[in-house]
């Protein structure tokens, strides 16, 4: 089972000072950074195929939708990563014993060929929202931390937001089957992980408040 766990937070565009200071303390406390260029779209499922797989995927309430995520990883096209340019996404309500922090069950399949607006459309989805993600990305170890602007869309019309910088800090977890000879619990990793981003969170304090995304 994997999992995500994630704080964010905001920064006023104009403090061009307050920006500077944030890239310095995450550039001096992480192993890596390199540009953030990425779309993430929305899809909502219009259909209910017959098929099994990513499109069982389905929100536990009536008025729920069944949202299946996919991200383009522009980067990928521009010769500047070496990963997948495609990665489908997509997670359930978050552990609601975790209160410092969303912790929430996801899954990630990269593609390696094709582009995921087609597989999700032969699925029954249809795209409903793009945001594209421009800025900077600070890894360390399976921590990630994005600094970026958006511009949102939504059919076609595009609403810029550039009076603010966003901040998502994002650890993933793997929890493999219990071993027949030693079980530890799931909930020691876990609590692991939400200590990893509240270390995020204690190193930023003063500069910008890293909370769990509402």
Known sequence: MS???VLTGTLPSADEQLLKDVQNRLSLHTDS???LHRIDYEFELETIPQVTGLSTIRASGPNE???LRAKRDLTATEG???????TLHTYIRPIRKYTRAIVRP???????????ITFASAMGYRLVSMTTRKGY??????TSISLYQTVASSGRSYVPNQDIW??????????ALPSKTKHVPDDFYLQH????????ATLMKGLVDLLPPE
């Open 3 to 5: 999992y995500e766990i």
């Open 33 to 35: 950074s390199m540009p």
């Open 65 to 67: 939708r069944a949202i």
């Open 80 to 86: 500047n990563s070496p990963g997948s340019e495609w």
């Open 106 to 116: 996801c899954t990630s399949i990269p593609l390696l060929s094709g582009d995921a």
């Open 137 to 142: 990305l600070f890894t360390k170890g399976v």
């Open 166 to 175: 966003q901040i998502e800090v994002m650890h993933n977890i793997t929890i």
């Open 193 to 200: 992980g939400v200590d990893v981003v509240l270390s995020v």
